[in-house]
């Protein structure tokens, strides 16, 4: 079974600053997906990006990015210029691409996120 | 506008009681999820379906049951078996693939009184 790890519980970083949370991930497939989630403290789930593991170009969206290592198995996520709306739980996840298997998500422990002024 | 609705936001329940958390998604996805979200455990997977009429365990059954009768709906009832219930509950739902990961419900909070 896969396994997905966030070491950091708890991360801070001031306001315009770049913070990087990591993930590493466990799995013996060579083809998957891998997510990371924020969870404002509405609670409420939201994707802020995707990687197809198939895939060497790291993904980008805005002003998040991942560091994708394969052959670590390792997922960073970085936020750069920082804001007070990024404060939150961030979950990492893993999802199988084998053909047939299950739609679901394995998710890490989270690392809960505090940006200052 | 598309989503998935759970209800209600917060519940609580007697010991020995039977709940059922309600769940309904207007995205025509195939595929749904519940999890249960403790303090430092990260979600953990309790029931998914993929299809209607059927349905699989998930890490953490025990205690819990589902119907998928519908492809919209995909209720959750915390039977009196659950010895620790009190939890936050997602529900979620994606394309069967779900290759672009889940769409979440606002959540469930769940107490034993």
């Known amino acids: 079974a896969q396994t997905v790890t966030q070491s950091q519980p708890e991360m801070s970083v001031q306001e315009a600053e770049t913070v990087t949370l990591s993930c590493t991930y466990d799995?013996?497939?060579?083809?998957?997906?891998l997510f990371w989630y924020k969870q404002p403290p509405s609670r409420q789930m939201i994707l802020v990006i995707r990687?197809?593991?198939?895939?060497?170009q790291n993904a980008t969206e805005n002003r998040f990015s991942v560091n994708f290592q394969k052959a670590a198995k390792s997922f960073s996520l970085k936020i750069s210029d920082s804001q007070l709306g990024d404060a939150a739980m961030y979950f990492c996840?893993?999802?199988?691409?084998?053909?047939?298997?299950?739609?679901?998500?394995?998710f890490g422990t989270g690392t809960r996120l505090q940006v200052t002024l | 506008d598309g989503g998935i609705t759970q209800s209600p936001k917060y519940l609580f329940r007697k010991e020995g009681q039977n709940v059922t958390l309600s769940c309904e998604q207007n995205?025509?996805?195939?595929?749904m999820y519940w999890y249960r979200q403790d303090p430092g455990q990260g979600l953990r997977l309790i029931y998914y379906?993929?299809?209607?009429?059927?349905?699989q365990k998930g890490d953490i059954a025990e205690g819990y049951s589902v119907s998928r009768e519908k492809k919209e709906s995909f209720p959750l009832t915390v039977t009196s078996a659950q010895k620790n219930p009190t939890a936050f509950y997602l529900c979620?739902?994606?394309?069967?693939?779900?290759?672009?990961?889940?769409?979440f419900g606002s959540g469930t909070r769940l107490t034993v009184v």
């Open positions: 995205l025509n996805h195939d595929a």
């Open positions: 996840a893993y999802r199988s691409a084998i053909p047939g298997t299950a739609s679901k998500l394995t």
């Open positions: 990687q197809e593991a198939y895939k060497q």
């Open positions: 799995t013996s497939e060579s083809d998957y997906y």
């Open positions: 979620a739902s994606s394309s069967l693939g779900g290759y672009y990961g889940y769409t």
């Open positions: 379906s993929q299809i209607v009429n059927d349905f």
